[in-house]
């Protein structure tokens, strides 16, 4: 093996510092959504989706819902509503651009977390959206993912986060307010919207 280097430029390089995947990790990659993948999802009320545009440009939002937001529609179609956001768009246009899109489905005080990736629309086609009339708002469009790999991360990293861990909670105090750190951020002089009225507009716009 040859010595590491600070820069590591080909896949062969990289390949030098690790052993090669063990035949399970190999294996456990679908190409469609077997009954555990569709019971995780079932299950999950957030997922992180990663996107890229054409220009280079690469986004994860978080998006969440009640337990089963996201439907399985059949073992390799997914459809996730829109809700209400910020109306950057940064995801659904880097889906138009390239139509590429990776899912990160959780579940609370669950270790291990599932993987989908896959090709997806943006859809408003009413027959899709009204089949999400029960959130509280009809999602204006929907993503609709073609899947093409699926398969469930093993712990490691929530272990080692202790993300669903009681005592690693920290109290919303440790950071300023959304709005004192916006305002910073923008360099508005005006007055910091405090924390409690940000989530009851929250609330009311969710």
Known sequence: MSPPH?????????????????????????????????????????????????????DASPRGGEPGFVEVIDDRTLWLPDSPGNNRLDTLENLIETGQIGLLFLIPGVDETLRVNGQATVSADPEKTVRFAKEKRTPRVVIEVAVEEAYLHCAKALMRSRLWDPAS??????????????????????????????????QADL
């Open 6 to 58: 600070e820069g590591i430029d080909s896949v062969a390089a990289l390949r030098e510092l690790y052993p090669p995947p063990k035949g399970r990790a190999v294996k456990k990659q679908l190409d469609h959504l077997d009954t555990h993948c569709r019971r995780f999802i079932a299950l999950s009320p957030f997922v992180v989706i990663a996107s890229g545009g054409e220009a280079g440009g690469f």
């Open 169 to 202: 909670m920290r109290d919303r105090s440790v950071l300023p307010t959304m709005g004192r750190m916006l305002n910073d951020q923008i360099g508005s002089d005006g007055p910091a919207e405090s924390q409690e009225a940000m989530v009851a507009r929250y």
